[in-house]
């Protein structure tokens, strides 16, 4: 089903504002870029754009979608990097004082986090993850 004119404007603004988060997160790796990403590239086909080309070639993104669209998979160092960062922040809340209740909410936020990256299949290579390939 095609998206009336009235939607497809939103979906492109909702995919320009995923692709804004993925930009932030390339820079702050406190959450992953590529979930952002996918929901850029959803949108963006739902609201027939061109961004969604532009995302599939881009040199940083493109590789990083396209390992998803083939795979399904998190690199072991991607998987190990959230890991590490969640218990800094974790480690970081407690120094800081927070609350109980908040550190409570936290701590199951980010074991929920933790349980659903470490349940999707894992690939071997970190980094970009980009294939030979991909590479060229």
């Known amino acids: 089903m095609l998206a009336t004119p009235g939607y497809r404007h939103l979906y492109v603004v909702l995919a320009w504002c995923c692709l804004a988060l993925a930009c932030v997160e390339v820079v702050l ?18 609201g027939r754009s061109a961004l969604a080309i532009w995302l599939l070639r881009h040199r940083r993104f493109g590789p990083l979608i396209r390992r998803w669209r083939r795979e399904r998979s998190i690199p072991l160092g991607t998987k190990r990097l959230i890991g590490a960062l969640l218990l800094l922040n974790w480690l970081a809340l407690l120094a800081l004082g927070v609350r109980p209740l908040l550190l ?15 349940r999707l299949p894992t690939t071997i290579e970190s980094g970009l993850g980009t294939s030979p390939q991909e590479r060229k």
């Open 29 to 46: 790796p406190l959450v992953p870029t590529t979930p952002f990403l996918l929901c850029s590239l959803w949108f963006s086909f739902k």
């Open 104 to 118: 409570l909410g936290v701590t199951l936020l980010f074991c929920a986090v933790l349980g659903f990256i470490w």
